[in-house]
């Protein structure tokens, strides 16, 4: 069974830093790119980040860029986000996402999640 | 780039049919083949329901389907049932930066 499973979430002050991971079992991960997907308190979902499989290419949506580094340890089958100058619109349900290929018009295309993961950014 | 535009909400009683549409421009929706619909109940992480703008994925019922015309997509459900009633959100293949991108997101209601 293919698996996404998110960790690392949890409440930091504006400012502070959090890493994200996400553990993937079922499938071969360095055969597909994957993407971070966040999704802001009654807001609906927006993607911050994709990395390729190999993890020589990497995106990153606007809000994000700069403070914000995707990676990936394939030999462990584990996503990574780092997350750094966190600010107030952060706080959102951070997922996981496979993506349904490695090429990147497969972006649109997220085919696995995992449950989320929460990050509150709050003094 | 800018969201793709979905109806905020859309209602249908049990049996009918619905359509909810997704707005884009020649860029990303009317421009390729790429379009994917997820579902997401409350609480939980988004599911694909449509690929390629009308594949369903194994195990996606047949009430489900997506078609496009010009710069919208569409996605209909057909025999509308009570678990039918979920949040739903296109997303379309698009220039970089992160080649895509995501619609505001349309609440059914089964009355």
């Known amino acids: 069974e293919v698996q996404l499973l998110e960790s690392g979430g949890g409440l930091v002050q504006p400012g502070g830093s959090l890493r994200l991971s996400c553990a993937a079992s079922?499938?071969?991960?360095?055969?597909?790119?994957m993407s971070w997907v966040r999704q802001a308190p009654g807001k609906g979902l927006e993607c911050v980040s994709v990395?390729?499989?190999?993890?020589?290419?990497?995106y990153y949506a606007d809000s994000v860029k700069g403070r914000f580094t995707i990676s990936r340890d394939n030999s462990k089958n584990t996503l990574y986000l780092q997350m750094n100058s966190l600010r107030a619109e952060d706080t959102a349900v951070y997922y996981c996402?496979?993506?349904?290929?490695?090429?990147?018009?497969?972006?649109?295309?997220?085919?696995?999640w995992g449950q989320g993961a929460t990050v509150t950014v709050s003094s | 780039q800018s969201a793709l535009t979905q109806p905020a909400s859309v209602s249908g009683s049990p049996g009918q049919s619905i359509t909810i549409s997704c707005t884009g421009t020649?860029?990303?929706?009317?421009?390729?083949?790429?379009v994917s619909w997820y579902q997401q109940h409350p609480g939980k992480a988004p599911k694909l329901m449509i690929y390629?703008?009308?594949n369903r994925p194994s195990g996606v019922s047949n009430r489900f389907s997506g078609s496009k015309s010009g710069n919208t997509a569409s996605l209909t459900i057909s025999g509308l049932q009570v678990e039918d009633e979920s949040d739903y959100y296109c997303?379309?293949?698009?220039?970089?930066?992160?080649?895509?991108?995501f619609g505001g997101g349309t609440k059914l209601t089964v009355l």
């Open positions: 990395i390729g499989g190999s993890g020589s290419s990497t």
């Open positions: 020649s860029s990303d929706v009317g421009g390729y083949n790429y």
């Open positions: 390629e703008v009308s």
């Open positions: 997303s379309s293949y698009t220039s970089s930066p992160l080649y895509v991108v």
């Open positions: 079922g499938f071969t991960f360095s055969s597909y790119a």
């Open positions: 996402a496979k993506v349904s290929g490695d090429a990147f018009y497969y972006y649109y295309c997220l085919d696995v």
